[in-house]
């Protein structure tokens, strides 16, 4: 990985050198623009409207649209002038429980590593996080940007989570929630839709979902390739709305045959797993390996459990 970012955390009067890497990497199928004729790349040009001509890099500014089709025009150093402070520094300012921050304020997610002399330290607020059960809420500025964040424990290290500013978040106050009669709902719905619930209740396994969307463009793109022609699948009929008690019901007895169904595979499987395992198990180590804390680590999540408890 290639490090975005150097800085410093400031906890108290202590600084943390260190660097920033981003953490997670989107996988999308990425298309372009092509001529369909003879598969062409489309070229985008910059064109300037008034003058009905394409312009050079060294023509641009940056201008904020105030009217339509008016323009207060930014000067880069003007820009850069207005650039927060805390360009190389993460300012530690609050620390909070985590369950106390919404995570619709959960942006962008980057690992944190400690630079030479920062070790130490950078050790330090990993375990003060990780055995009070906080994180830190920072201010910190990526890319000319101030933004608002919180440092967390993840595996051995910090994560540096941005956030949204609070007028960033949008209210729900406009939607056409429903209310009355109509969107009331009998005791006996509420108990069954419980029921189904516990019945479809795990542990988080990120292992068991996939990108079927990605998976299936570029199975498409290969066949594409290798001259294969697929016929167009036909979208299965949106479901008709049915009697909301009806639907649960059968919801429920699906769910308990799932389950039943699973537990009669997993007694089978354990008599050939003897057999089988020491040959499956070097094909099967990546996937069933030690999976990755979901939030603060394990260690605090039982100290904030047993603090409860008393």
């Not at 990120?206 to 463009?217: F, N, P, S, T, V």
Request: charged share 35%.
């Amino acid at each position: 990985m290639r490090s975005i970012w150097k800085g410093a955390i400031n906890f108290g009067m202590v600084t943390i050198p260190v660097k920033l890497y981003t953490a997670t990497e989107q996988k999308d199928v990425r298309f372009r623009l092509v001529h369909a004729k003879d598969g062409a790349p489309i070229v985008e040009k910059r064109f300037c409207t008034a003058e009905d001509k394409e312009v050079q890099w060294d023509e641009l500014a940056r201008g904020y649209e105030v009217e339509k089709g008016e323009f207060v025009i930014l000067a880069p150093e003007e820009i850069e002038e207005a650039a927060p402070e805390t360009t190389r520094t993460i300012e530690i300012g609050d620390f909070v429980e985590l369950d106390e921050i919404d995570p619709i304020y959960f942006e962008k997610s980057y690992f944190l590593e400690p630079v030479e002399a920062g070790a130490k330290p950078f050790n330090l607020l990993r375990r003060a996080l990780e055995e009070t059960g906080r994180v830190a809420v920072a201010r910190v500025a990526i890319r000319s940007k101030e933004r608002l964040a919180t440092l967390r424990v993840y595996d051995e290290t910090l994560v540096l989570e941005t956030m949204y500013w609070p007028d960033e978040i949008r209210s729900p106050d406009q939607l056409e929630l429903p209310s009355g009669r109509a969107a009331s709902v009998a005791p006996k719905e509420v108990e069954m839709a419980r029921s189904l619930v516990e019945n479809l209740s795990s542990r988080f396994d990120a292992e068991q979902y996939q990108d079927r969307y990605r998976i299936a463009l570029q199975d498409l793109i290969e066949a594409k390739m290798s001259g294969e022609k697929r016929a167009a699948k036909r979208r299965k009929p949106q479901p008709k709305v049915v009697d909301l008690m009806d639907a649960l019901e059968a919801s429920l007895a699906a769910a308990r045959e799932g389950r039943s169904g699973g537990k009669a595979a997993g007694r089978s499987g354990a008599g050939s797993g003897a057999k089988s395992g020491a040959g499956s198990g070097a094909k099967s180590g990546g996937r069933s390996g030690a999976r990755k804390p979901s939030g603060r680590s394990r260690k605090s999540s039982d100290r904030r459990s047993q603090r409860s408890a008393a």
